[in-house]
């Protein structure tokens, strides 16, 4: 029994075997005939003597070998083209002027803008006088206070409330003059 069981194993491997070298050997015979192992085809052409005559005919373009890419710094029109395509040109030489179309309304909006921002600087030195004044009351009053404190006149409380009210007015004008430097620098960015 375990030699029937034997001999049924060793046919099927002998059958996989046959069937695996089978598919090995018509792989290879692919690569090497039609595969890219297979030799190149030649075409063989006999040498006629005869007159060149330009046969070439077609539609294209003819382009530069190199390309660079110009353009305006400003959005506009162009108002003249001073060389054309295929001419010769030098560094620094003027190859088309743009139309000034808006250019006195661009002058009028910066304008508008630089006084707009002086208008805004001027408001914010104005808030930070009348920060400047607040914090300066604050801090007399915070002063008297304690005097009055010291003498037992009035509560912690009240003394407490008005030591927050000249907190608050301090970092008041701390922001008043950041507000102020922040609209000075926007008036020279503006300008």
Do not use: C
Not at 10 to 23: C, D, E, P, Q
Not at 44 to 57: D, G, Q, W
Not at 87 to 111: H, I, N, S, T, Y
Request: charge should be positive; avoid cysteine.
């Amino acid at each position: 029994m375990k030699l029937s069981a034997a001999l049924k194993i060793s046919k099927r491997n002998l059958f996989l075997s046959f069937g695996v070298l089978a598919f090995v050997a018509t792989l290879a015979w692919l690569f090497v005939t039609r595969g890219p192992l297979a030799p190149v085809g030649i075409e063989h052409a006999s040498v006629v003597r005869m007159n060149v005559e330009p046969s070439l005919f077609g539609i294209g373009t003819v382009e530069a070998r190199l390309a660079y890419a110009m353009g305006p710094t400003q959005p506009g029109r162009v108002l003249r083209v001073l060389v054309d395509q295929g001419d010769a040109v030098k560094a620094g030489q003027l190859l088309a002027e743009m139309d000034p179309v808006d250019l006195d309304k661009r002058f009028e909006a910066a304008a508008s803008a630089v006084a707009r921002s002086k208008q805004t600087l001027q408001a914010l030195r104005a808030q930070q006088a009348e920060t400047e004044s607040r914090e300066k009351l604050a801090q007399a009053n915070l002063a008297r206070y304690q005097d009055l404190h010291q003498k037992n006149f009035i509560a912690k409380e009240m003394l407490e409330s008005r030591r927050h009210e000249a907190n608050a007015a301090t970092a008041a004008l701390a922001a008043a003059r950041a507000n102020a430097e922040g609209a000075a620098r926007d008036v020279g960015r503006v300008e």
